[in-house]
Each structure stands twice: as structure tokens, then as C-alpha cells.
């Protein structure tokens, strides 16, 4: 009586195949592939936004400073520095305003324009961002 409680592998009557363990099992596989690509690419791009997004933040807090050392170096000696390097070798040999560098987290210049549009009293610091690119919508600058 075993023998016909077995499921044959065509099915009587029906044009469908039924599967067979194998293809099962190949199909599991494939699946069990492609969440796990998905997974990593979910992974790989959360780490890129984060990567991006604190180098945006490092780059506001550097444009922050600045404008707070050209703002000293204006009331120090009442004019704007000729460019950034300048807050490092101010005229006269006085003190040195800032001694880091003046490049973005992207390694490029900091756009100044003093005196400022929008900060009168010390000068528009502008980072283009993580595309190089000025006046597009990635560009650092406070608001």
C-alpha cells in the first residue's frame, strides 16, 4: 500500500509539472543570493551617507571657525584678509589667526568672499561640497 501513497512526479490529468527538489532547491538559492546582494548594497550605501553627511558637518564647523577668525582679523586690523592664507601669516608678523588648513573634507579650497553678502561683519565661507562643483545644491555654507 506504500506504493500509491507516493505523488507521482506528472501530475494525472493536468498540464503543469510538478517540481522537482532540485529546482527547489536551485530557486532557494537564488533567492537566498539576491537578499543577501541586497543586503550588503543596503549596507555599503548606508556607510556612504554617513561617511558624507559627517564630512558635510566637519566642513559647517570649519566655516563657522573661519568666520569667526576673519571676523577678528577685520577687527584687528579694519579690512579683509586678501585670502585665507593670510589668517595665517597676518601683515606685520603678528600672531597667526588659524593654523589648520584651508581645504574642504574633500581636500578643495573654501570660497570666501569678504566682506560678506550675508555675514557683513566677517565674511561668506562656501565648501562645493562633495561633487567640487560651486552654486549646486551640496554646497556647505550656514544658512
Known sequence: MAFFKRKPFLLVGSSRRKERPAAKV????????????????????SVQYSRIRGQRKQALVEILRLQEVVREFRWDHGRCPHDLEELSYPPAGGQAYYR??????????????????????SADLVSAGPDGEMYTNDDVKPH
Do not use: Q
Open 26 to 45: 536551485r530557486r532557494a538559492r537564488i533567492r537566498n543570493a539576491v537578499i543577501i546582494v541586497l543586503g550588503l548594497l543596503v549596507v555599503l550605501w
Open 100 to 121: 589648520r588648513g584651508f581645504e574642504d573634507p574633500w581636500s578643495r579650497p573654501y570660497s570666501m568672499i569678504c566682506p560678506g553678502r550675508l555675514f557683513v561683519e
